[in-house]
């Protein structure tokens, strides 16, 4: 499996944005899909985790404002972010529990989230 995310970009605080992750690979094998992100001189955090039952879990942070999902079928998952503030921007990388040939734990390449006051 290899992930690519896309769908970052600049947005106003109070806009919206929708993150897309495509797997290359099949993810209904994966229990565990993930959005986290990375600011500027900050450790990367967990956004959002979506269990294949649907299960989500989400940083308080963003708790109310951030939707993670996910299809299957499609080999996708997405972010949907609304109420963005300035402190949500960061770059945002998607990640699958599996193994990644050497290691476990599956990156996607980041995308960057911009937000503006």
């Known amino acids: 499996v290899q992930l690519q995310a896309s769908g970052g970009g600049a947005v106003q605080a109070g806009g919206s944005l929708r993150l897309s992750c495509a797997a290359s690979?099949?993810?209904?094998?994966?229990?565990?899909m993930a959005w986290y992100r990375e600011a500027p001189g900050k450790q990367r955090e967990m956004v959002a985790v979506?269990?294949?039952?649907?299960?989500?879990t989400y940083a308080d942070f963003v708790k109310g404002r951030f939707t993670i999902s996910r299809d299957n079928g499609r080999n996708m998952i997405y972010l949907q972010m609304n109420s963005l503030k300035r402190e949500d921007a960061a770059v945002y990388f998607c990640?699958?529990?599996?193994?990644?040939?050497?290691?476990?734990?599956?990156w996607g390449q980041g995308t960057l989230v911009t937000v503006s006051s």
């Open positions: 690979g099949i993810i209904s094998s994966v229990n565990n």
């Open positions: 979506i269990t294949n039952d649907g299960i989500a």
């Open positions: 990640h699958a529990d599996t193994w990644n040939g050497s290691n476990w734990g599956l």
